[in-house]
């Protein structure tokens, strides 16, 4: 499943670039790239697992940027 997220409060394209670098070591994520221009982040993981991997990208975000937000 490939998701388009919006990413709300994500200020700084070094963050963008550190997201993309936590969220992408996940072990199922095989996809993720995030676009600081357009606040958004692609994510793609298998269908089964998508909720709980979200959830860690979420976790992972966090760490880099305590102020964001994901829109899903």
Same mark, same amino acid.
């Given at each position: &499943? @490939?998701?388009? $997220? %919006?990413?709300?409060?994500? !200020? *700084?394209?070094? *963050?963008?670039? @550190? $997201?993309?670098? =936590? +969220?992408? %070591? $996940?072990?199922?994520?095989?996809? *993720?790239? +995030?676009?600081?221009?357009?606040?958004? &982040?692609?994510?793609?993981?298998?269908?089964?697992?998508? !909720?709980? $991997?979200?959830?860690? =990208?979420? @976790? =992972? =975000?966090?760490? +880099?940027?305590? !102020?964001?937000?994901?829109? +899903?």
């Amino acid at each position: &499943m @490939k998701k388009n $997220i %919006k990413l709300k409060g994500l !200020d *700084c394209a070094n *963050c963008a670039a @550190k $997201i993309e670098r =936590a +969220v992408s %070591k $996940i072990k199922e994520v095989t996809d *993720c790239r +995030v676009n600081f221009m357009t606040q958004r &982040m692609v994510l793609e993981a298998p269908d089964d697992q998508f !909720d709980t $991997i979200l959830q860690a =990208a979420q @976790k =992972a =975000a966090k760490k +880099v940027h305590a !102020d964001l937000v994901f829109v +899903v």
